[in-house]
C-alpha cells in the first residue's frame, strides 16, 4: 500500500457529494471516519469527508466546495448517523449548511455566537485578551507596541 | 527512568549560554508559553577606533508546561540551538503553578540532553 492509497482524494461538485458518498459506501467503504472542512478563501468553503473500508483497510478521501455566503450540502447522515456531530461543528465554525440534517443546533458553540471562528476572517479575540510574550523586543523587559500575528490593528475590528 | 531512547522527547532544555534573548522562540510559540526578559549591557570600547558594544543580557526564561503542547517549534525556530529535546518526562507537579519552568529548572534538563557531536 502506498501513500497514495491513504491520501487519494476525489473532488466532486456540491450537487454530486451525496451520491459520491452512497457510491463509496456501497463499494465497501462502510466506516465513516471524520467530515469537516477548511476556508478556502476565494473558492468558498471546501468541505472533505474521510470514510474508511474495514475489510479493504483502505481510505477514501471526498471532497466539494460550497460557497462562502450561504453554501448548502446535503447531510450524510442517511448514509451514516455519526456524521451528525461532524456536520453540526463544520456548520457552525465555517457558516455553511447541511440540508435534511435531523439536528441542525451549533454543536460547541454557546448560544448567540456571532461569527464563524474557524473562517479566515474571524479575529482571534482571546489573543488580545492575553498579553502576547512576543511583544517584547530583544533586550527588553516591557512589552512594546508589536501585535501578535492574525490580530488586525486596534479600532478596526471588534465593537 | 525506564529505558528510552536517547532523543525521546520529553521536556525542553535551556543552554542558558547559548540565548540571546532573540524573542524568536517565545513569537513562535503558538501556546504563547515561552516568557523572557531581558536587556542591555554596553561594554565598553576597547582599543583605538573600536565602538562600545551592545549586547542583551537574559534575565529570565520560562516555559509554563501547563500550556505547553510539546510541539517543539521552539526548538526548530530557535537560531542560536539554544533549546534542546530532553528524554526526561517525570516533571508532574501538584501545584499548577510548579509546571512553569524557570530558567533554573530549564536549565538543569541539560543534563540528559544527547551530545550532538
Known sequence: MTLDDFAATRDVPSDDWYEAASELKGSGHDFFDWLSAYDDSDAGV???????????????????????????????????EGAAWHERETAEMFGIGFTGHPDPRPLLLPDGFDGHPLRKEFVLASRVAK?????????ESVAGRKRPPGVPPAGTWGS | MTALPDRSRGVIALREESCTSCMVCARECPDWCIYIDSHKETEPAT????????????????????LCMYCGICIEVCPWDALFWSPEYDHAAGDVLGL?????????????????D
Open chain 1, 46 to 80: 471546501a468541505v472533505v469527508a474521510r470514510i474508511w473500508s474495514v475489510r479493504d483497510r483502505h481510505g477514501a478521501m471526498l471532497r466539494t466546495r460550497v460557497a462562502r455566503e450561504g453554501g448548502l450540502l446535503p447531510t450524510l447522515t442517511t448514509l451514516w
Open chain 1, 131 to 139: 498579553e502576547w510574550p512576543g511583544a517584547k523586543e530583544p533586550g
Open chain 2, 47 to 66: 582599543g583605538e577606533g573600536a565602538r562600545p558594544k551592545t549586547r542583551h543580557v537574559l534575565d529570565r526564561f520560562a516555559i509554563d508546561y501547563a
Open chain 2, 100 to 116: 512553569t519552568h524557570e530558567r533554573e529548572t530549564l536549565v538543569t534538563w541539560m543534563r540528559s540532553v544527547p551530545s550532538v
